[in-house]
């Protein structure tokens, strides 16, 4: 198990840019797929306090769900590049 989880959505541009970020720095990280109903996404609703996607946790860091893929790529680069 990683420190970094992504929650994200196949097919989601946002979430893409975020992988591809991920990617590049060479991170460990877990990917936890979310229902397509927005009503149905009571893990990320828990961890972010919204339903949108992406969103990251960052366990090392002290990190609780961190959304908005610019705000989380911006934070990746900060933190790990």
Known sequence: MSDITL???PGCPFCAK???KLDDLELDYDVIEVPRSREDR???ERVSGQTGVPVITDESQGVEGM???DDIVDY????YA
């Open 42 to 44: 009571t893990e990320v």
């Open 67 to 69: 959304h908005e893929s």
């Open 18 to 20: 975020v992988r591809t």
């Open 76 to 79: 990746l680069e900060e933190t």
């Open 7 to 9: 929650y994200e959505l």
